[in-house]
């Protein structure tokens, strides 16, 4: 067996665990740029507990409270311009993956004056600010992974940044997500689950990582009646942060694999919610396995005997219905084959053709796959 395993981030999981914890925040300077979404962290009660704590610490800080979903290259570098002016030392995320994402993203930006949006895609590995983050959704995982998913305007895509910015500590406290919508309650953890499974169906699959993804499948398999009744209890709360959690660990060593690959595009040019856009095609990508047997495996985990088990829970809490033609599946799917990088972490050779039916069986519900299409 060989394996490397890297999570340097500092987790800390508990009921008012900022307050518990508040001396980790001095340890990283005098100055922050608390960097969150528009309106929930004011909600939920996660803004109030950091500035409460940064009070007490005798930490300044700046806000920028203007991260929008699928935060944008534009907002990352205004969010460097407030933060370099500032002269902050360090950076803490406040929010879902978009708001956790831009964290890492101003972190490095900040560090890096030469860097700006139209060379960041060519520079080598940067040094950034400590970052700080605390998830106030259920599901990317951002907390814990080195990754930051982007918005490109110009090249009217999603994309990572690619570079490795690893939170020094995370906080998670799911007090923050009691409140959430339904939809996004639903939406964030079908993206954990997708990151478990894409996780454990993927070349770079570890003995460890296969640790995580069998409790995190566990943890939601368990949430699975609370999300279909819509009776979501402080208990399933606090599990699906954990398995989310979980799945960013898996996440940090595997990277992800088709469903994320394919689903960017659905969300950037269809506007479908992250989670939801992964969630969509699940099943159809699951379908297309020719070694059943990790597959099998997986689905034991979560007390299921076949992927029409996995399917009737998906049909239930996934409802896409979006106007699709044959061009822009086929333009997609040419843009995923291209994708080398992605292609890699899927272990079976996969061909155009099928990437073509994954979207065409996930998005057009008629009888043959092939009709109602342009
Ligand atoms: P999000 O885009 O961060 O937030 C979605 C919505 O939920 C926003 O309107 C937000 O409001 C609201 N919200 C957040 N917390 C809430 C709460 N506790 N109660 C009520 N509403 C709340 O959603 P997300 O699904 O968590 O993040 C998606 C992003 O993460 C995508 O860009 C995706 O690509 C990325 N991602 C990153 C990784 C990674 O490893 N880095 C992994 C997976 C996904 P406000 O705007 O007002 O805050
Ligand atoms: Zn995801």
Not at 50 to 77: C, G
Not at 79 to 95: L, M, R, Y
Not at 332 to 337: P, V
Request: charged share 20%; proline share 4%.
């Amino acid at each position: 067996m060989e394996f490397s395993h890297v999570i340097p981030t500092e987790l800390y999981f508990g009921t008012n665990i900022i307050q518990k914890k508040k001396s980790v925040f001095s340890q990283w300077g005098r100055k922050a740029l608390i960097v969150t979404g528009k309106h929930s962290a004011k909600k939920n009660g996660s803004l109030e507990d950091v500035l409460s704590v940064l009070k007490e610490q005798q930490i300044d800080y700046v806000i920028f409270d203007q991260i929008e979903e699928n935060p944008s290259l534009e907002t990352i570098e205004l969010g460097k311009k407030i933060g370099t002016e500032s002269k902050v030392d360090f950076v803490i995320g406040i929010g879902g993956g978009s708001p956790l994402d831009a964290a890492k993203a101003i972190a490095l930006f900040i560090k890096n004056p030469d860097i700006s949006k139209e060379n960041i895609f060519k520079a080598p590995q940067l040094t950034y600010l400590p970052v700080l983050t605390i998830p106030t959704t259920a599901g990317t995982g951002s907390e814990v992974t080195p990754y930051s998913i982007v918005t490109v305007n110009t090249q009217q895509i999603k994309r990572n940044l690619g570079q490795k910015i690893y939170p020094k500590a995370a906080f998670l406290d799911s007090k923050y997500t009691l409140d959430m919508p339904y939809e996004v309650t639903v939406n964030t953890a079908v993206d954990a689950l997708t990151h478990l499974v894409e996780g454990y169906l993927n070349t770079n699959a570890t003995f460890m990582s296969d640790i995580y993804v069998q409790k995190g499948v566990e943890l939601f398999a368990g949430c699975i009646p609370a999300l279909l009744n819509r009776q979501i209890t402080s208990d399933t709360r606090n599990d699906l942060l954990c398995a989310s959690m979980l799945a960013g660990m898996v996440l940090t060593q595997t990277g992800t694999s088709l469903p994320h690959g394919m689903g960017y595009a659905l969300t950037y040019h269809k506007g479908l919610a992250h989670g939801l856009a992964n969630g969509v095609l699940l099943i159809a990508y699951l379908k297309t396995f020719k070694e059943q047997k990790n597959l099998m495996k997986l689905l034991h985990f979560m007390n299921m005997d076949s992927i029409k088990d996995l399917e009737n829970v998906i049909k239930q809490l996934v409802h896409v219905e979006i106007e699709i033609t044959q061009d822009e599946i086929i333009k997609y799917s040419n843009d995923l084959y291209k994708n080398k990088g992605k292609l890699k972490n899927h272990p079976e050779e996969v061909s155009l053709e099928e990437i073509i039916g994954i979207y065409k069986e996930s998005l057009c519900y008629c009888s043959h796959p092939n009709e109602g299409l342009d």
